[in-house]
C-alpha cells in the first residue's frame, strides 16, 4: 500500500520561509520521479516542481525559480521543499505526488499523491 505524507505547512508571514516535506512508504522510493503540486481556492491544481529518481534533475514552475528548492533523501524516503521568500500568492493546499518515469509537470502523470499540507502566506 503506497502512502505519501505531507507535513511542514503552516502560517507565514510574506518573506518567510517553510520547508514541506512528504515521506513516502509502499513504494521503492528511489525509483520513483517526485513532484510537488499545489491548489489554491477555487483554482485548478498546478505544478510547482519536480525531482529525478536520482536527485540530479529538477524542473520548477516559473513562479517559484529562484525562491524555492526541491530536493530529496532516497535513504529516508522523503522529498522535501525548501520554499523561501513567500508571497500570499503561494498560499494553497500543496500536495506530493509519485511517478515511475521521467519528470512530468501534468497532474495526470502521477500515479500516487499524499492527502496535502495547507502553506497560508499573510500580507
Known amino acids: 500500500q503506497v502512502q505519501l505524507v505531507e507535513s511542514g505547512g503552516g502560517l507565514v508571514q510574506a518573506g518567510g520561509s517553510l520547508r514541506l516535506s512528504c515521506a513516502a512508504s509502499g513504494v521503492t522510493f528511489a525509483s520513483y520521479t517526485m513532484g510537488w503540486f499545489r491548489q489554491a481556492p477555487g483554482k485548478e491544481r498546478e505544478f510547482v516542481a519536480a525531482i529525478g529518481w536520482s536527485g540530479r534533475s529538477t524542473y520548477y514552475t516559473d513562479s517559484v525559480k529562484g525562491r524555492f528548492t526541491i530536493s530529496r533523501d532516497n535513504a529516508k524516503n522523503t522529498v522535501y521543499l525548501q520554499m523561501n521568500s513567500l508571497k500570499p500568492e503561494d498560499t494553497a493546499v500543496y500536495y506530493c505526488?509519485?511517478?515511475?518515469?521521467?519528470?512530468?509537470?501534468?497532474?495526470?502523470?502521477?500515479?500516487?499523491w499524499g492527502q496535502g499540507t495547507q502553506v497560508t502566506v499573510s500580507s
Open positions: 505526488a509519485a511517478r515511475r518515469l521521467a519528470i512530468m509537470a501534468k497532474s495526470n502523470a502521477y500515479e500516487y
